[in-house]
């Protein structure tokens, strides 16, 4: 009787899932146009599998397998997030529909809640996550990083300067100019820290000092363990005495008392008419943040941080990658870089107007700039926005979606899509960016759209372009032999795997 028992439970739940499945796939179904009656779908236990062995973050690969197999001929499919019904939205027309209405398709909300999962804690209130009046009033907070990018290229240079020194030691420890190794997605994973710890905050992360080396602990142990999609549908487990809740509370605790004491050192110092120039003082000082709070203050440079570390080491990472696979890509670039009339080596400071003049000519290579588009087509970061819901009943790519539908709107798939792209849209080939007057806006969003565009989008950019400048100045690039180009999803973005260069001294 109890073999017989532990056999039907399974079973049971196997059909329960099954029929819920059918019910969800028949409540979606074309009410224009011409095509399938019902969206293709990805099942409930595909998904689940995908949930409990890599978490909702899907490699690169497998976003593009299910795009090229479910939704690219009609701009949707459908798939399912735990007992949601989950659409991929990857038609940029009806990504624009979502995206810029907030009151019809506003951000979902279960998976980040106080209660729901331990994200809540360490991102706060986070910019992403907020509408309407809230998003507008927070967003001021961003400004110093959009309009102030020029207080930080000292800054910028500095820490490019320090990378390329520890691989210049690697040249002097073997007493010759023959090829290096480096581990380059560590280096720059650190490197871009280095530079947000001292613009963001004024902190030096780079310093021997335990307190700082513990608050980095804490940063990597919740990039690496935020978001887990069972907490967010059984809240419970967040409660429960667990050794994971225990290292939860104790970095939230750890980092929280961090950025806190620099706030209030902050506060101090600009009251004694001293500031350390960073983006921290910038929003104390700005009169159109309102007198911030502490946790206003503390959760808008946690999503500065954020938002603006795993970004751009992954973006230089994967432009690293394409330059030393692509030869020939990279020595047009070292070509136009070439050409650019102030040297800047980055061993002594520059004049005021010598800084100015090399970044202004920096900026407008064309080359470069079309190299930066591209990498960031081939691999943007992250694969998708943060989700949305519909509010009501309504209608995308034809198709009815009701009331209480996730809306999945995904970055990257449009980007690989041949429609807009052209029959080479797999070939990196930076050239294609000479005349994309006919790309839809809404194709190529990985800092997102019109007002919802990255704040940090200009700092990121220059800050790519100038190490990009400075290495390959320096260095020639090759991949390591043998290396088989795989990524992988850490946190929010993609990065290349396991991934090292070889160096060769021009």
């Given amino acids: 009787m109890l073999t017989l028992t532990l056999l039907t439970i399974p079973f049971l739940l196997y059909a329960g899932l099954k029929l819920y ?39 690169t690969t497998k976003q593009l ?5 479910f939704g690219r001929q009609t701009g949707i499919y459908h798939t399912f997030f ?11 027309e009806a990504q624009k529909k979502v995206m810029t209405n907030s009151k019809l398709f506003p951000k979902f909300q279960l998976t980040y809640s106080e209660n729901s999962s331990p994200s809540y804690r360490f991102f706060g209130k986070n910019l992403a996550f907020m509408e309407g009046e809230e998003w507008q009033r927070n967003r001021h907070f961003f400004y110093p990083i959009s309009y102030n990018v020029e207080k930080f290229y000292d800054t910028f240079e500095t820490h490019i300067k320090n990378c390329v020194t520890k691989w210049d030691e690697q040249f002097d420890k073997q007493r010759q100019d023959k090829p290096v190794t480096v581990y380059a997605q560590h280096d720059l994973t650190k490197l871009f820290l280095d530079i ?57 605790k750890r980092f929280d008392g961090f950025l806190y004491s620099i706030i209030e050192e902050a506060r101090h110092t600009i009251q004694t008419g001293v500031d350390k120039n960073s983006i921290l003082d910038l929003i104390i000082l700005d009169e159109k943040n309102l007198a911030p709070t502490n946790k206003q203050i503390r959760d808008a440079v946690v999503t500065a941080i954020i938002n603006g570390h795993d970004t751009t080491s992954s973006a230089v990472g994967f432009g690293l990658y394409s330059l030393a696979k692509h030869q020939h890509i990279q020595q047009k670039l070292y070509e136009e870089l070439c050409t650019i009339t ?29 190299f930066f588009k591209e990498n960031i087509r081939m691999y943007p970061p992250s694969g998708s926005v943060l989700p949305r819901e519909a509010a009501k009943d309504t209608v995308l790519c034809d198709y009815f979606i009701p009331k209480g539908t996730m809306i999945n709107v995904s970055i990257i798939s449009p980007c690989h899509s041949d429609a807009y792209f052209g029959d080479d849209v797999d070939e990196f080939k930076p050239e294609r960016w000479s005349d994309s007057g006919n790309i839809p806006e809404y194709a190529y969003k990985p800092f997102g759209s019109g007002s919802r565009k990255c704040p940090g989008y200009r700092f990121s950019m220059i800050e790519q372009k100038l190490f990009f400048y400075t290495v390959l100045k320096k260095y020639k690039i090759e991949l390591e032999k043998g290396y ?23």
């Fill in 65 to 69: 397998e299910n795009y090229k197999k």
């Fill in 82 to 92: 735990g007992p949601f019904n989950y659409i991929n939205l990857t038609d940029p």
């Fill in 484 to 506: 088989q180009f795989e990524s992988f999803s850490k946190f929010l973005n993609h990065m290349p795997y396991d991934f090292k260069i070889i160096l060769t001294k021009r």
């Fill in 196 to 252: 947000l710890g001292e613009t963001v905050l004024g902190v030096k992360f780079n310093a021997k000092d335990d307190q700082i080396a513990g608050v980095i602990e804490s940063y990597r142990f919740f990039a690496e363990n935020l978001f887990q999609p069972v907490r967010a549908f059984i809240p419970i487990l967040n409660k429960l005495p667990t050794k994971y809740n225990k290292q939860v509370e104790m970095h939230v």
């Fill in 21 to 59: 499945e059918i019910y969800s796939v028949r409540r979606i179904y074309r009410v224009g146009g011409v095509g399938e009656p019902y969206l293709q779908t990805l099942g409930i236990f595909s998904m689940l599998k995908t949930y409990i062995t890599t978490g909702t973050e899907e490699t």
């Fill in 342 to 370: 102030i040297h800047n080596d980055l061993s002594e400071p520059m004049s005021g107007s010598e800084s100015a003049d090399f970044y202004d000519q920096l900026i407008q290579l064309k080359y470069l700039d079309w």
